[in-house]
């Protein structure tokens, strides 16, 4: 708690970084959330749809337009607008298709034999695509961010950012493709357990217990996947903090780190977790009471999506400045000093005693 203390105050004094983080996304989302606007523009012209759909939603319209698409159109629906962006997030991962389709086939369960999905993607190349430029952003983000967070007191420019992003990006990204092949792994490795659960819970006599085994392999593949994320946050730290060139070898110790600390490291992704529902609810609270009818109310509706967005953000910046607090903190050793020789009383005075 001390750390995640440190690292959210240490965020506020760098509140700009969560700015900066969330231009970037605008600025990657722009590129196809543009060219999207330019064609529902003309799709909409001289139609009577055009007003229903701007003072609510034509649901006929949308599914006769949606259903013509075969791009990035045929992914745009309003299950993105209010919560629903997170169940498609969390399924899109959960099933692989996150990150650019890597792992589509290790999610499992959905031919015969349990071996693999033989659906095709449900997200657009196109978007994958744009997904995966927007982490090769971040991975180039981090290094800059971590040496931003690194200094106590505060404050930075966008020139020493870049600098520091420039000068930990290779470093970065091969901590981040060590991190692509744990989760390659993880996957393959939940493809035996899809196959071995859903043969378990066919035979389940009560649904229940196949209902709970379904669910169950979902949180363990999720709770994987999260401790694949603790390894690859603390080997970025790690590379800043202790200025580490290899990759391979900071993945090895923060893998030390975590096993030594993982019940602190692992709380803060509790505590950030529950936060973060918290914040989702706070969302889903004001969406259920606000009524969108007409551009005014859209602009509102714009800027309390963004600052939910911009609230998540915080969260993974908050996360990650404090496990490098975490880290400063249960990694730093005393220089070892030989104990002092006892002095004996009547002594005192004599050369054996002043070089005691």
């Not at 959330?33 to 330019?38: D, I, S």
């Not at 003309?42 to 009577?48: E, I, R, V």
Request: aromatic fraction near 8%; proline fraction near 3%.
């Amino acid at each position: 708690m001390r750390a995640l203390r440190d690292g959210f105050h240490s965020l506020a004094r760098n509140w700009g970084l969560v700015l900066l983080v969330l231009a970037t996304n605008l600025g990657v989302a722009l590129t196809l959330a543009a060219p999207l606007a330019v064609q529902l523009q003309g799709d909409l012209a001289h139609t009577g749809s055009s007003s229903t759909m701007m003072y609510g939603f034509d649901y006929e319209w949308w599914t006769k337009w949606v259903s013509e698409q075969e791009g990035p159109g045929r992914d745009l629906g309003p299950d993105l607008l209010g919560t629903g962006f997170v169940y498609k997030n969390l399924d899109a991962l959960l099933s692989g298709r996150l990150p650019a389709g890597l792992f589509a086939r290790g999610a499992g369960g959905d031919d015969e034999e349990g071996g693999g999905s033989s659906r095709e993607p449900e997200i657009d190349p196109t978007i994958l695509a744009v997904a995966a430029l927007y982490l090769l952003v971040q991975v180039f983000l981090l290094g800059g961010i971590l040496g931003v967070l690194r200094a106590p007191e505060g404050g930075w420019t966008v020139r020493g950012l870049a600098h520091g992003a420039g000068f930990y990006a290779g470093r970065m990204l091969r901590v981040s493709v060590l991190a692509l092949v744990l989760a390659g792994v993880v996957f393959a490795l939940n493809v035996r357990l899809v196959a071995w659960v859903e043969d378990v819970a066919r035979e389940a006599v009560s649904e229940r217990t196949a209902l709970a085994l379904l669910l169950g392999r979902h949180a363990l593949l999720l709770a994987a996947l999260l401790v694949v994320h603790m390894l690859a946050s603390y080997a970025r730290v790690i590379l800043v903090v202790e200025e580490r060139r290899s990759a391979i070898l900071a993945v090895v110790s923060s893998l030390g780190f975590c096993r030594r600390n993982f019940l602190a490291a692992a709380g803060q992704y509790v505590v950030v977790f529950v936060v973060g529902l918290v914040l989702l609810g706070l969302w889903a609270a004001i969406d259920v009471r606000l009524v969108v009818t007409g551009w005014k109310s859209q602009l509102v509706a714009l800027v309390l999506f963004e600052a939910l967005i911009a609230g998540r953000i915080a969260l993974r910046l908050g996360l990650l400045a404090a496990q490098l607090e975490l880290y400063r903190a249960r990694s730093r050793r005393e220089p070892d000093v030989p104990a002092a020789m006892p002095v004996p009383e009547d002594a005192t005075g004599t050369p054996e005693a002043e070089a005691a």
